[in-house]
C-alpha cells in the first residue's frame, strides 16, 4: 500500500518552480498502462527557496490577450498580466502577446536574472493585491461579528493581516477590515498599509533593489 520513489529534476531546465503530480500505471485484464491511481494534491518544488515552506499557489496560465479564444481577456489586451481573482481558485493570466514577456521570464541567462526577479516581485505583488481586496469583500458578518471566509480568502487575510495590522490580533484585525469597509472610513490609510504587505510577502524591495544594482553597474561599464 505505499510507494516511493525519486524524481530529479535539472535546475537549468526550470525556472523558479516546478509542479508534480503523480500516476500510477499497472497492468488491468492483461492490458498494460492503465492509469489505476492519481495523486489528489500537486505538489510545487520551489528551486529558489532556501527552506521548504508549505505553501498554496494561484494557478497561472499564458494566454495572448488578444486572441478570439480568449474574449474574456479582450479588455486587458494592451496589460502584461492580469488577475482573476474569484471563484474557488484564483488564476493569474500572463499575457504572451505582450512583446518580451515570455521570452524574459522563461529566460535562463545570468544576465537576465535581476530583471527576471524584479518583474516576478512586482507580478507577486499585484496578486496578492488583488487577493486581498476580493477576500475583503468575501468577509461575511453573523450576529454582527465578522466570520472568516474560508477558501483561498482567508488565507489570503491570514498572511497579509498581520502585516496590515501588527498591533491587533488576527480576529481583531479581521474586525477592523470589515468595520473599515462597511464604514468606508480609512481607505487610503488601508492601502497604503496593504501596499507595505503585498512588497514583503512579494519580496519586491530585495527583488527591485537589485534590478536597481545591476543597472546601475551597467551603466558604470559603459561610462
Sequence with gaps: GLWTGDVVLH??????????????????????????????????????????????????????????????????????????????????????????????????RTADHAAREAIAAQIASDVWTALFNAAVYAVQSEDGHPEWPGGWQEATLRRLLPDIFPDLSPDDALTEIATRRQTGDGGGDLQTRLLHAVAKQARLPRNLGGFIRTLHRTDQEDE
Design 11 to 108: 535546475h537549468d531546465r526550470h525556472v523558479g518552480q516546478a509542479e508534480l503530480t503523480a500516476h500510477v500505471i499497472g497492468t488491468v485484464d492483461g492490458v498494460r498502462g492503465r492509469v489505476i491511481g492519481t495523486a489528489d494534491a500537486r505538489w510545487t518544488i520551489d528551486l529558489q527557496a532556501r527552506i521548504p515552506v508549505r505553501t498554496k499557489s494561484v494557478k497561472t496560465v499564458w494566454a495572448d490577450f488578444g486572441d478570439e479564444r480568449n474574449p474574456h481577456l479582450h479588455p486587458f489586451r494592451s496589460d502584461p498580466w492580469t488577475v482573476e481573482a474569484v471563484g474557488e481558485e484564483p488564476v493569474l493570466y500572463l499575457n504572451t502577446g505582450f512583446e518580451g514577456l515570455e521570452a524574459l521570464l522563461k529566460s535562463n
